[in-house]
């Protein structure tokens, strides 16, 4: 049994992640033993602490779905409990990023944008695409989201376009605007565009667009569900796991 400490424990994202741990793919394998968040809320089943620094009773594993400004509390608990972490949490600098390479050299690491499978695997069927298409196909990302979110273009977004440079293995410039430069696009570049409303879960498209063709990829989450039932599979798959940076690819793979 894991006991889990959920950081962000009475966001959205935290209340589907102990419903789902209630549930019978997981209440034998993990608990949520402890949460962390910064706001009032509803009473849970399990203690909620202002504070990582304030945790003071033992768990086996950290998932995260908070805020980038918790990053630096929940690594060096981590690291100072040998604990393996869960990182969902998107919006990360790229000194962060390194932060999390730097930190999963000595903890295992599970951090990704998105942790649904059927995004994970749109990534691969992506990368063939774009890996078949090339320079000849103009690439444009659309992603959609509900008007709570806080960063834009979203984690997966930028997961998708990191899909279609290493596939195409060269330099692509992103476009996150095409206001402000008037001006014809190349074909050495990849337009990201973001819609926040309403409740949107979370909705990417990537249109490979040629000569009198387009080929759209999509995914449409009707849920939030399947990222709660990712995120908890990565906790069971990285608890037993040497130090290291793992994703939802390893355990596709
Ligand atoms: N990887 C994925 O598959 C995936 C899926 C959905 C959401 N997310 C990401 O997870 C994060 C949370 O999403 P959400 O929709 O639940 O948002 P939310 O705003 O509903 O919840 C975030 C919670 O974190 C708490 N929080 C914020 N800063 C904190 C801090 N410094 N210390 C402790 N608690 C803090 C907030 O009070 C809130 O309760 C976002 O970054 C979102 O983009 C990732």
Known sequence: MIDILLCGCLGVMGKMISDCSLSDRFSDKLRIAAGVDVKDGPDVKYPVYRSVNDVDLPVGAIVDFSHPSLLSDVISYALKNTLPVVLATTGYTEEQKK????????????????????????????????????????????????????????????????????AENRPMKRIYERYSERRKRTNSEIGIHSVRGGTIVGEHDVIFAGDDEVITISHSAGSRKIFAIGALKAAVFISDKPAGLYSMQDMID
């Open 99 to 166: 932060v999390i390479e730097n930190a999963s050299e000595k903890i295992p690491v599970f951090f990704s944008p998105n942790m649904s499978f059927g995004v994970n695997v749109v990534a691969d069927l992506v990368k063939k695409a774009a890996a078949v298409f090339g320079e000849d196909y103009d690439v444009e990302i659309i992603e959609k989201h509900h008007n709570r979110k806080l960063d834009a273009p979203s984690g997966t977004a930028l997961m998708l376009a990191d899909a279609v440079t290493e």
